[in-house]
């Protein structure tokens, strides 16, 4: 894969944010006031290597709770011979945060210490090393997901409860190919994409820690952090990694309401 098509993986990106301007006048403080001050620093920043790879990962070191709708996704549009699918790695109809068909707390989702990480080729020299790609994730996140799913570029399982009551598992580890563009077609019994209307991200011991999405050139092993269960080796291309704690919130393709208050 070049880094020609590694740029054309993704079509576009908006990072939106708010902030408010506000002033302040410094006043000096004693040694005792500064004795009693802690802090921590906003960013954080790690380096790790791991098969010959360079990992740097910078880390907001925030808690964040999210109630927002995102339609018609397709990430990594090029043509893969080996199953083209939809023509694009991910290709993700409607991804919502939150429900509004439930409790308040039901309609916002909580995410923790957002990051991203870049890879590098690990040379002594600076001419061999290159980047490869990144990834951006979160070391946690918790509540009810809408999510319907045409095809999947990546690592996913989701439990779920079918009509007679019986336990069924999407599991894109049953697929032939690894997991590349999989439609979610699988021997029944099982949970197909088609059947997936969103999930329920963590349990009682805390959220999700596996959830990331990566835009490599060539396949790479990631670190694991935070407790998280180790990963697939993520593909090139766009690829998507969420197996940590998951339970489908439907197994017939209904997907919840995330109206705003009042609709």
């Known amino acids: 894969m070049t880094s020609t098509l590694l740029r054309r993986l993704l079509p576009g990106a908006a990072l939106l944010c708010g902030m408010h301007a506000g002033s302040a006048q410094m006043q000096p403080l004693s040694e005792d006031e500064l004795a009693a001050v802690n802090g921590q620093g906003l960013v954080s920043m790690t380096n790790t290597s791991l098969n010959g790879f360079d990992f740097s990962k910078i880390a907001l070191d925030a808690d964040i709770t999210l109630s927002a ?16 699918g939809s023509g694009a790695d991910l290709d993700i109809p409607l991804l919502q945060f939150g429900r509004s068909d439930g409790t308040d707390a039901q309609r916002l989702v909580q995410i923790s210490n957002p990051y991203f990480e870049f890879v590098y080729r690990n040379a002594a020299d600076n001419t061999s090393r290159e980047a490869i790609g990144m990834r951006f994730g979160f070391e946690s996140i918790k509540g009810d997901i809408g999510l319907q799913i045409t095809t999947l570029s990546g690592s996913m399982q989701v439990s779920g409860t ?3 009551g019986s336990t069924i598992t999407l599991d894109s580890r049953t697929d032939a190919l690894g997991g590349k563009r999989w439609d979610g077609s699988c021997t029944a019994p099982c949970l197909t994409l088609s059947q997936l209307g969103g999930v329920t991200a963590g349990d009682a011991s805390g959220g999700s820690r596996d959830f990331w999405m ?16 180790a990963a697939d080796t993520a593909q090139a291309g766009m690829w998507l990694n969420w197996r940590d704690k998951l339970q489908a919130l439907s197994t017939n393709g209904v997907t919840p309401p995330n109206l705003p208050k009042g609709r």
Do not use: C, H, I, W
């Open 69 to 84: 709708n995102l339609r018609n996704m397709r990430l990594g549009e090029y043509t893969y011979a080996a199953r083209n």
């Open 162 to 164: 079918a009509a007679d």
């Open 214 to 229: 990566s835009m490599l050139k060539t396949a790479v092993q990631f670190p694991t952090t935070n407790g998280a269960p």
